[in-house]
């Protein structure tokens, strides 16, 4: 593995760290972002990665039937970051139901994304195509593209990769938008 390679994968496994441990066995599915929802700050090339970061409640408009079994919504800054983890639950103390989501703006360079699509844990999902990006399945699913890192997580056994997926895609989407 390259050593640029090597860097790039240094944030998004150490917030698979924080993230809420969960699995998942299938990855079909379909993003579900509501059109004409307003957009969340993106990275643009004069943008740096740290100034963008995603809002949870605008978040939740964009997720919609994905997060609606789960209206308790809380907001948290990892240490260490500026940007919020999302987390929807079906109640303040129902810690099992918890659906998690971290999205940190984060510049890639689109060879490395390339690279690591031949690598180990890839998700072969043909939605990452149209965001130029890749899915990898490590602990959580964690979506990789020119732009921003999406993890998402779940401890409810309930929740599917593939719903993990579609989460993170209606992300991407939402961001793009």
């Not at 109640?91 to 390339?114: E, H, K, Y």
């Not at 844990?121 to 490590?138: H, I, K, M, Q, T």
Request: aromatic share 2%; hydrophobic share 45%; with cysteine.
């Amino acid at each position: 593995m390259s050593a640029r390679l090597r860097r790039v994968l240094v944030v998004p496994v150490a917030l698979l760290g924080f993230a809420v441990a969960g699995c998942g066995n299938s990855i079909d599915g379909a993003a579900v972002a509501q059109p004409g929802s307003p957009d969340v700050g993106s990275v643009s090339s004069g943008t740096s990665p740290s100034e963008a970061s995603a809002d949870c409640t605008a978040l939740t408009r964009a997720l919609g039937r994905l997060v609606s079994d789960r209206p308790h919504l809380t907001e948290a800054v990892l240490p260490g970051s500026t940007d919020p983890t999302c987390s929807w639950s079906k109640g303040p103390t129902n810690v099992m139901s918890t659906l998690t989501a971290s999205v940190r703006p984060q510049v890639t360079d689109p060879a490395v994304i390339a690279e690591m699509r031949n690598g180990t844990n890839v998700v072969a999902d043909p939605r990452s195509a149209e965001f130029g990006g890749v899915v990898l399945d490590v602990v959580a699913m964690a979506l990789l593209t020119p732009e921003h890192s999406i993890i998402v997580n779940a401890l409810d056994p309930s929740v599917s990769g593939a719903t993990k997926l579609d989460v993170a895609f209606a992300i991407a989407e939402y961001l793009e938008n």
